[in-house]
């Protein structure tokens, strides 16, 4: 092991083209600040001026999923342990200011004091590549759904002639085929029924687009979900785009919360305390991971429709006194508990075989 007394804690402040990076030795003491562009060179000459002063302990990077992603990846094959930073608190930069530099620096102190100790996301593997087409496919849902509801919008405004073409029993999936088929007069778009026409074939093409677009991703996610979580997705309510939401929340790297308890709390399904003087209680958290959280009350309603023992729960707690959602609430931490324990094994599994 390195002495102690020589060891370095990097701080790095991540930007579109640039990062600052600040070096400290143990004591707290700045070593020495410099910028670096965000490219592969600039991150090769980051981890070299950082071992400059010695062998690096620890980095603190801020943006670790954003603008310090690619960085955090290149740091990670250089062997350096990063810790995964938060942006500076509102009263320490009202006190302080606020530059790159000093960002830098809360960045190393940080790490230095203990009080960021969560490791960086690992980005390199499976779990990210789940993330990549789940941003895609849910762009692609979403941008079907604004169509659908323009093409609806259209056709209620729509010549009486035009809209009669159409069978009013139809769904509007299914006007959107028909629309998709009609043959507007180009040359004579000046006229608003040509022009509806257009309008309507145009947005009636661009939903199978994105239908197909999102059918297609679709499958490859299944591909990719039942290869790194098969254990997970066995279990009941969990098909593939809520285990999905689960492993990107966790990262490949599930062992970095240390504990189901950390992982239920990242998905926003463990009570805060909300105590002061002679009152104690616990409320809500309204942080964490939204998709998470979303992925786990999704399971839990399946289960309350399918799952006997589920049901039983529910109307036991109920019948104690807590509201439907109070008894929700419990269930979404149990079923944290227990997607934290399959996760955490299907993804040691995934990494002997890989």
């Known amino acids: 092991m390195p002495d102690q007394q020589q060891a370095v804690i990097g701080g790095i402040d991540c930007h579109t083209d640039f990062h600052v990076a600040v070096a400290l030795d143990p004591l707290g003491r700045v070593l020495g600040t410099e910028a670096f562009p965000a490219t592969s060179a600039g991150y090769r000459l980051t981890h070299r001026w950082l071992a400059s002063f010695g062998p690096v302990a620890a980095v603190g990077v801020e943006s670790t999923g954003s603008y310090g992603a690619a960085l955090t990846r290149a740091l990670v094959e250089q062997g350096c342990r990063v810790i995964e930073i938060n942006q500076p608190h509102a009263h320490l930069r009202a006190r302080r200011g606020k530059n790159d530099a000093i960002d830098a620096e809360a960045a190393a102190r940080k790490v230095l004091s203990g009080e960021a100790t969560a490791a960086a996301k690992d980005t390199s593997g499976i779990v990210e590549s789940i993330r990549q087409l789940s941003v895609a496919r849910s762009s692609a849902v979403k941008a079907r759904s604004a169509a659908l509801c323009q093409l609806g919008d259209l056709l209620v405004t729509a010549p009486a002639t035009l809209r009669e073409q159409l069978d009013t029993r139809r769904s509007l999936e299914g006007k959107a085929a028909v629309c998709a088929r009609l043959r507007p007069d180009t040359d004579r778009l000046a006229d608003p029924a040509q ?9 009636g093409h661009r939903i199978a687009q994105l239908g197909a677009e999102a059918d297609e991703l679709g499958r490859r996610l299944d591909r990719l979900v039942a290869t790194a979580a098969p254990t997970t997705t066995s279990r009941l309510g969990c098909g593939t785009h809520h285990t999905a939401a689960l492993l990107v929340a966790a990262g490949q790297n599930i062992d970095r919360l240390g504990s189901e308890a950390s992982f239920a709390h990242l998905c926003a399904a463990a009570p805060i305390p909300a105590s002061s003087g002679r009152t104690s209680r616990h409320r809500l958290n309204y942080a964490g991971n939204r998709s998470a959280n979303r992925a786990l009350h999704m399971i839990v309603i ?14 036991r707690r109920v019948a104690e006194g807590k509201t439907k959602k109070e008894a929700i609430r419990c269930l979404k931490r149990f079923v944290a508990r227990e997607l934290y324990r399959t996760l955490r094994a299907d993804l040691a599994t995934l990494k002997t075989r890989t």
């Open 302 to 315: 399946v289960r309350l429709r399918y799952c006997e023992r589920t049901r039983s729960y529910l109307n």
């Open 195 to 203: 022009a509806a026409k257009a309008a309507l074939r145009s947005l």
